[in-house]
């Protein structure tokens, strides 16, 4: 089991940034892909960025050059930094493990409840 959550989401004005953060615990040590993961229901899931155990990360190509993942392994927190916004990434974002980037299936992986992300102008 690993439980995960989410901070950091918020209201900006596009052109604006956002740092989220997600917090995992119940494993010792990491042993699984985490990745950001965003929706805005009916629209479907899209990928935003994953960051394997080599350290190796992929992106979503709506984010790719504005947004940048990381993690401290030693807080045991994964990070999104979002930058340079656009309306268009108005979505709740969610941190997840064990997910590859392009998935749509709900029961892979472990996942956040989810923190909303709202980019106005």
């Known amino acids: 089991q690993v439980q995960l959550v989410e901070s950091g989401g918020g209201s900006v004005q596009a052109g604006g940034s956002l740092k989220l953060s997600c917090v995992a615990s119940?494993?010792?040590?990491?042993?699984?892909?985490m990745g950001w993961f965003r929706q805005t229901p009916p629209k479907e899931r899209e990928g935003v960025a994953v960051i394997y155990t080599n350290g190796q990360t992929v992106y979503g190509d709506s984010v790719r050059g504005r947004f940048t993942i990381s993690q401290d392994n030693v807080k045991n927190t994964l990070y999104l930094q979002m930058d340079s916004l656009k309306p268009e990434d108005t979505a709740m974002y969610y941190c997840?493990?064990?997910?590859?980037?392009?998935?749509?299936?709900?029961?892979?992986?472990?996942w956040g409840q989810g923190t909303q992300v709202t980019v106005s102008s």
């Open positions: 119940g494993d010792r040590y990491s042993r699984y892909s």
């Open positions: 997840a493990a064990g997910v590859p980037l392009y998935s749509k299936r709900i029961d892979l992986g472990y």
